[in-house]
C-alpha cells in the first residue's frame, strides 16, 4: 500500500539556518504530495503541495520539489524562524489506490529553533 | 484559520461511555473525513462522507460511526470507550470536483482532544 516515511526529528536548528527535512513516498501512480505543519495545540494547516513531476511547492519561504525519479518531496527553508518551531508532516493523497479519499501522512518531524 | 470548525475542543470522559465529536466543513465543501492522531499509531484516516454518504473506511473500529448530514455537518459517534481511544481527532473537508469526485487538497479544523479516564 501507499506509505511515506520522514526522516526522525527532532531537527534542532539556530535561527536563520537552512532546514531540510526528507520525505520519500510509496505509492502506485502519481500522488498529489502535501506538507502540513502542525503547531503546538493547534491544528494541521496546509503549508505546500504539489501534483505532478518536477512542480514546485512554495509557501513562507518553504519549498519542496516532486521527484518522481527519487520518489522524494523534500522540504527546505533558507533560513528559519524561531516562529517555525513546530511539527512538519508529508503526506500523500493517491489517486489510483484511493481515488484521493485520503491523506496518507508520515510520522511528523519536529522542528526546534532556538535564537 | 481553514474554514473548518469542531466542537468541542476538549472532551474528558470515563471507559465505557459515549461521545459525540461534531464537524462543520468550509461553505461549500461537499466532503469531510476524520482522522485520529495518538502518539503510538500517529495521524490515521478513518472514513470519509461526500454530500451524505459514506464513500471509503479507514482504520475504523466497529464501535466508532460517523455520519453526514442534509446540511453537511458531520458527526463522529465513538462508543464503549476505552483508555486507548484518547487521542486528538480531526475533521477535514475538501472542495467538490465535477462528476462527484473530490479535490486532492483536504483543509483541517483545530480537533477534538479526547480524554478517556
Known amino acids: 500500500g501507499d506509505s511515506v516515511t520522514q526522516m526522525e526529528g527532532p531537527v534542532t536548528l539556530s535561527e536563520e539556518a537552512f532546514l531540510t527535512i526528507n520525505c520519500t513516498y510509496t505509492?502506485?501512480?502519481?500522488?498529489?504530495l502535501f506538507w502540513y505543519v502542525q503547531y503546538p495545540g493547534e491544528g494541521l494547516q496546509l503549508l505546500l503541495k504539489?501534483?505532478?513531476?518536477?512542480d514546485k511547492g512554495s509557501n513562507k519561504g518553504f519549498e519542496a520539489t516532486y521527484r518522481k525519479e527519487t520518489t522524494s518531496f523534500h522540504l527546505e527553508k533558507g533560513s528559519v524562524q524561531v516562529s517555525d518551531s513546530a511539527v512538519y508532516f508529508c503526506?500523500?493523497?493517491?489517486?489510483?489506490?484511493?481515488?484521493?479519499?485520503?491523506?496518507?501522512f508520515g510520522t511528523g518531524t519536529r522542528l526546534l529553533v532556538s535564537p | 484559520d481553514s474554514g473548518v470548525t469542531q466542537t468541542p475542543k476538549h472532551l474528558i470522559t470515563a471507559t465505557g461511555q459515549r461521545v459525540t465529536l461534531r464537524c462543520s466543513p468550509r461553505?461549500?465543501?461537499?466532503?469531510v473525513y476524520w482522522y485520529q492522531q495518538s502518539l503510538d499509531q500517529g495521524l490515521q484516516f478513518l472514513i470519509h462522507?461526500?454530500?451524505?454518504?459514506?464513500?471509503a473506511k479507514g482504520n475504523i473500529l466497529e464501535r466508532f460511526s460517523a455520519q453526514q448530514f442534509p446540511d453537511l455537518h458531520s458527526e463522529l459517534n465513538l462508543s464503549s470507550l476505552e483508555l486507548g481511544d484518547s487521542a486528538l481527532y480531526f475533521c477535514?473537508?475538501?472542495?467538490?470536483?465535477?462528476?462527484?469526485?473530490?479535490?486532492?487538497?483536504?483543509?483541517f479544523g483545530p480537533g477534538t482532544r479526547l480524554t478517556v479516564l
Open positions: 477535514a473537508s475538501s472542495v467538490a470536483l465535477a462528476g462527484g469526485f473530490s479535490s486532492d487538497t483536504q483543509y
Open positions: 505509492a502506485t501512480g502519481y500522488p498529489s
Open positions: 504539489a501534483t505532478k513531476a518536477d
Open positions: 503526506a500523500l493523497s493517491d489517486p489510483v489506490n484511493t481515488g484521493f479519499q485520503k491523506l496518507v
Open positions: 461553505s461549500g465543501d461537499l466532503s
Open positions: 462522507y461526500y454530500n451524505g454518504e459514506e464513500r
